[in-house]
């Protein structure tokens, strides 16, 4: 019990004929992409705080790597480290080895090689100029027929499994593996007028309309559903403790994915956009909260009877953190998407502030518990090389994240105050931007201490991960046993 | 949650890699709160829409009448005083803030002669007023309107109202043209004297920097990174970067933007003390 659920020995589980070195390769890649594109982060931080650091090259301003951080971050971090994940799970989970090993081949090298493609275009000033859809047109049809060859495989292995019950981490795979492709072509397509040039198929308001569709299911269907799946596996397997709620994480996925695709429009308030529109998303995004919420409660809840490990085990301590960020940040949501407040909030610090709130504590620290679980299990060790400094990387990493996050909404509400304060005759107080940029320069230097915290946690994972892989492996005369 | 018995487990274990289920029901408050969130969602529409039949457009029309209301004179032509405390108060906003562009005795540099009989715009004291708060942005003349208040806008009027006249001819002939009185009215290129960069020595630079100072920070800032008029320190040269290109833009302008031929109103000697400044600031870095 006083033992933490890393010194667990022998810890390797797999069975005979399940694919393995693809979940250890997509591993490798997540820790890699992290590093590189939380790197470029703590980059754009210091631009913001210090602009000579845009240097004088084109290809490292503000405006060329702040894509490069965020497809980084999501699809290159985020998309491997679900795939890690997925891939790990789904055969345990049903039983029965990937469907196509050459296809799980497939799907590993061609998402590196868009990763790699992105990393060279976006430097170049190649893009589409849609928020976290800025690859350009070859490179998105690369996505789609990836993309397909993961669904055929996934679900191929659906049909083969052995087991009849879909666990509930499943469903929000689906949900993951079918909206993504939608989301993605959609808003996608162009007519191509060059090798690196194509013109959208929808112009103005659509366009806008479309794109926020997309790049709100991207937060919904990537960022949160197919994490929340992975919470339902590796959370339980961790805490070694039964799921609190059966019902509710069925009636929480169904509200989830059936609310989530509505709301895209809240991030078009008060634009062109036909009013109707806009309350459609806001009044979706409101009634997100609870949904949001069951998540964040099954994953709580699944730790009764175990929160004295939290004292000793920096694994579950991380997952804790993670689905504490989640529930924050789905309560922050919907409060930014009422009109009255996004009046305020849209266009400053704060909505950075938000999706750091989420990005890194909940998709980040979700990934890294993960992390730190699975490589002693995959490369057939007894532990992790060092619980001190997985526990370092806890606390530098929890506090990195809350001076983001305060710093961004100390930025964010006072910027939006200083735009709209006028002057007793009427003019304006600050009508010179620069002015409250000077401001808020405070704030983006604290957001570099805190991101640079979060960095240096993550490259203290990195070392303790590789310095794990490197111990010698336990005597294995018995045939692998389960976790349990 | 006395429905049911807590904790009875759903027997999936086996089927989901040994997790299991609890058949817990649904926390009765997670409940509420989402019946709560789903009836806001029927009755904030419903009201927003079809009872107040509320939308964005009349709740900008809503803010403007309100701010009409608590500035009724704001944006309207204000009537311009003709009391002397009222343009002696001009006069000091006159100084600080146009006497760059329009010449400490409103004789026209960057901006046009204000104290003649010649109004591009128009010379009645509300024509005049509408374009400080306006601006021009094609000819650099920025929108003061917003930075001084409708009050000093007027003061600052009365300042140039009170004299009209008094300066006939303007201080360079070149500025009237470039203030966009007519293109043709346009010098001809002035030929430029080559000058050998090796020659700039440590006098022409510092007399360069005073040049650079007083006549072209207002446009181009003093740290040279360009505001009204482009930066020239960040490498790109849209009218040439050697020392003969810089010195040709000075002398000649640029026809149709506030970059007037400053040949005329420096001299050849100033001309090229600040070329050599600013082309010297380039070889730094």
């Known amino acids: 019990m006083s033992e933490p659920s890393v010194a667990a020995a022998p810890l390797n589980p797999s069975p005979p004929g399940y694919d393995d070195a693809v979940v250890k390769r997509f591993l490798i890649a997540t820790v890699v992409w992290g590093i590189v594109g939380m790197l470029v982060g703590v980059v754009l931080a210091l631009q913001l705080a210090w602009w000579p650091a845009n240097t004088n090259l084109p290809y490292f301003t503000f ?6 951080h965020t497809n980084a971050v999501i699809f290159a971090f985020g998309g491997n480290i679900l795939f890690t994940g997925i891939y790990y799970s789904m055969p345990r989970l049903l039983r029965v080895p990937m469907w196509s090993k050459a296809l799980s081949e497939f799907h590993f090298w061609g998402w590196q090689a868009i990763i790699v493609s992105a990393a060279v275009t976006l430097p170049l000033g190649l893009t589409q100029t849609h928020e976290y859809a800025e690859l350009i047109w070859p490179i998105d049809i690369a996505i789609a027929v990836v993309w397909i060859a993961f669904a055929i495989n996934f679900f191929g292995t659906i049909a083969v499994r052995k087991v009849k019950h879909l666990y509930v981490a499943i469903w929000f795979y689906m949900s993951f593996v079918i909206a993504i492709p939608i989301l993605h072509i959609f808003n996608n397509l162009a007519i191509p007028a060059t090798l690196t040039r194509s013109y959208p198929i929808y112009s103005g308001m659509t366009d806008a309309l479309v794109q926020w569709w997309y790049g709100h299911n991207a937060v919904g269907f990537f960022l949160t559903t197919p994490f929340l799946g992975l919470m339902y596996y590796f959370l339980p397997r961790a805490a070694n403790r039964p799921v609190y709620s059966y019902r509710l994480s069925i009636i929480h996925f169904w509200a989830l994915v059936f609310i989530y695709i509505w709301a895209g429009p809240h991030h078009l308030l008060y634009s062109g956009l036909p009013d109707w529109v806009q309350t459609t998303g806001m009044v979706f ?31 579950l301590k991380m997952m804790v953190v993670a689905v504490s960020f989640y529930g924050m940040s789905t309560f922050e949501g919907p409060m930014m998407s009422i009109r009255s407040v996004n009046g305020l909030s849209h266009y400053t610090n704060w909505t950075i502030g938000h999706v750091h709130s989420g990005a ?13 679980w699975l490589v002693p299990r995959l490369w057939n060790k007894s532990k992790v090389y060092s619980n001190k400094l997985g526990e370092t990387h806890f606390w530098i990493g929890t506090i990195g994240i809350v001076i983001y996050t305060v ?10 105050l200083m735009w709209r304060a006028v002057n007793p005759d009427g003019t304006l107080m600050y009508a010179d931007f620069s002015t409250i940029v000077g401001y808020i320069q405070p704030f983006y230097w604290l957001r570099l201490l805190g991101g640079l915290m979060y960095l240096s946690g993550v490259v203290l994972m990195a070392y303790n991960l590789f310095m794990t892989v490197q111990q010698p492996s336990p005597e294995t005369g018995a045939a692998p046993q389960p976790a349990k | 949650m006395s429905k049911k018995q807590l904790d009875q487990l759903m027997g999936h274990g086996a089927d989901n890699d040994g997790i299991e289920e609890y058949d817990n029901p649904l926390p009765d408050w997670w409940i509420g709160l989402f019946i709560f969130t789903v009836l806001f969602a029927v009755g904030y529409t419903v009201e927003y829409h079809f009872i107040s039949g509320r939308s964005q457009d009349a709740a900008y029309l809503a803010q403007l009448e309100d701010a009409k209301e608590r500035w009724p004179e704001f944006g309207k032509a204000v009537g311009v005083p003709t009391d002397a405390a009222s343009i002696a108060e001009g006069q000091e906003i006159y100084v600080a803030n146009c006497v760059n562009c329009h ?24 024509q ?4 400080v708060t306006e601006g021009v942005a094609a000819k650099g003349m920025p929108a003061w309107g917003g930075l001084l208040g409708p009050d000093k806008v007027a003061k600052v009027t009365a300042f140039v109202v009170s004299k009209k006249g008094t300066q006939p001819t303007s201080a360079a002939p ?33 007399a360069g920097a005073e040049v650079y100072k007083t006549n072209c920070a207002v446009c181009h800032l003093e740290d040279m990174t360009g505001q009204v008029g482009p930066s020239l320190v960040d490498g790109e040269w849209k009218h040439g970067g050697e020392l003969s290109d810089i010195m040709n833009t000075v002398t000649n302008g640029i026809p149709e933007t506030a970059m007037v031929a400053w040949g005329a109103v420096l001299g050849d000697e100033k001309v090229r003390d600040v070329s050599a400044f600013i082309y010297s600031k380039n070889q730094e870095d």
């Open chain 1, 360 to 372: 890194l504590g909940w998709v980040g620290m979700l990934s890294f518990g993960i992390l730190y």
């Open chain 1, 285 to 315: 995004s409101l009634m997100l909260l609870a949904p949001s919420w069951g998540g964040m409660l099954n994953g709580l809840l699944t730790l009764r009877g175990a929160w004295d490990r939290l004292r000793s085990d920096y694994i």
């Open chain 2, 103 to 126: 010449g400490a005795n409103l004789e026209g540099g960057i901006g046009p002669n204000l104290a003649d009989d010649e109004w591009i715009h128009g010379g009645e004291p509300d």
């Open chain 1, 63 to 68: 405006s060329r790597l702040r894509p490069l």
């Open chain 1, 407 to 416: 710093a961004m909404w100390a930025a964010g509400v006072t910027e939006g």
């Open chain 2, 128 to 131: 005049i007023a509408a374009i």
């Open chain 2, 174 to 206: 070149t500025p009237a043209a470039a203030a966009g009185a007519s293109a043709e009215a346009q010098a001809d290129p002035v030929e430029v004297d080559p000058f050998d960069p090796a020659d700039i020595t440590d006098e022409i630079l510092a």
